[in-house]
């Protein structure tokens, strides 16, 4: 599983909103300082917004705002919206059985496995982020 460059600006541009907590942020400045091009975050931040995740603010004071409080937004849900549900192998999929399940000593291995970095990024929510709070679990 790789993480594309639209998730991965997708998650700086969540994170940025969480460090920035309850004032309105403009897509420049998000843009300027997690250096994500402009018109590229203006696609990104629409998409978070069909999924609840952001909130644009029209008007003179305009911008963008986190749609819930950034414990309640986990690394997953941001990943979910963009790349879809994670995947390790076409047979790992959540919620489709694969014809060689019963006979694959390995099967079980990969269901742990996404269910493991599930549970690894759900458990990450954008206030163990914010502020720079660099942390290594």
């Known amino acids: 599983m790789q993480i594309t460059r639209?998730?991965?600006?997708?998650?700086?541009?969540?994170?940025?909103?969480?460090?920035?907590?309850?004032?309105?942020?403009?897509?420049?400045?998000?843009?300027?300082?997690?250096?994500?091009?402009r018109t590229f975050l203006a696609k990104i931040v629409q998409k978070l917004g069909r999924a609840g995740l952001v909130v644009s603010r029209r008007g003179v004071n305009g911008g963008f705002t986190l749609g819930r409080e950034p414990e309640a937004i986990s690394l997953y849900d941001v990943i979910?919206?963009?790349?879809?549900?994670?995947?390790?192998?076409?047979?790992?999929?959540?919620?489709?059985?694969?014809?060689m399940s019963n006979r694959c000593s390995v099967h079980p291995v990969w269901l742990r496995l996404r269910?493991?970095?599930?549970?690894?990024?759900?458990?990450?929510?954008?206030?163990?982020?914010?502020l720079s709070d660099l942390k290594t679990t």
């Open 80 to 99: 979910l919206v963009m790349e879809g549900p994670v995947v390790l192998n076409a047979c790992a999929v959540h919620g489709r059985e694969c014809d």
């Open 115 to 130: 269910a493991d970095i599930e549970q690894k990024l759900k458990g990450q929510s954008f206030a163990d982020f914010a």
């Open 6 to 37: 639209k998730t991965d600006y997708a998650v700086r541009c969540v994170q940025y909103l969480a460090e920035h907590a309850g004032s309105v942020t403009m897509i420049g400045e998000i843009a300027e300082q997690m250096r994500i091009p």
